[in-house]
């Protein structure tokens, strides 16, 4: 068993967006860890005022390294959750036989899998900007008011997109949607996968989470699903997200594997 979580946060937000849950599963006696993408270590106001100009140049097989290298240097093998694109990262961080458990929460597209509608949308803005391979993308406010956090009342939109919205490569939907890296469907030396899906999500569709599942599940170690009703993409930092960081934290706790030795942990992150 592990008593160390590493939380990986996905595009848009950095390690901020994990305040909350830090410090619930700190409350718990966990030591936990999150840190930002590189370029990202600053607050989203000075972030979104003048991002770093080496994040146009930031991909996934970076950011990956940049994750295996933090698990290297942690205390023990770590329980890893990631939201987003950074519950991809989780799964690829497994397929590396990193992790004593992981959990995906509202997974990103991933390699193998057909997107959803939803996902499909939302990619757009990105996607008909053309050279966005080589770009800073910002999320405009409506983007966040209508698709990332729709259940956020009118009057609280714009503060939260203050306090939590930053730029992001757009490198990183070419990287997973266009050049992406496949996953082992059924590889042997996965830990345990727990994947969360939010019936309202309009970034990352419950019905993908589901066909993620479907393939995921190939690996002989536990592969599970739940998908919480009546919760969108914001679902960490909407009203309830209690319920979602807590199960998500007790499943990994019920179900993880022996962590391994830390010269091994270190030899393969």
Known sequence: MSNTVLLIHGAWLNSRSWDA??????????TVVAPDWPYDDRSPEELRAEPDEKLAGLGIAEILDHYGRIIGECPEEPILIGHSAGGVFVKHL???????????????????????????????????DWGSWKKVETMSRDYFRNRFAQLVPDDK?????????????GKIWWDGIVNASPLRWDNPDRAPLLLIGGELDLIADASMTQAIYEKQKAAPSLTELRIFPGRSHWTLLDPGWEEVADFALDWA???????KAREEVAAVG
């Open 253 to 259: 706790m019920r179900n993880a594997r022996p962590a």
């Open 94 to 128: 497994l397929d590396r036989g990193l992790g004593v458990a992981g959990v995906a929460i509202d997974p990103a597209p991933t390699p193998g899998v057909r997107l959803g509608p939803h996902a499909i949308v939302s990619a757009l803005p990105v996607f008909f």
């Open 157 to 169: 939109a714009d503060a939260l997109y203050d306090d939590y919205i930053i730029p992001t490569p």
């Open 21 to 30: 849950v830090k410090a619930r599963y700190e409350a718990k006696g966990f």
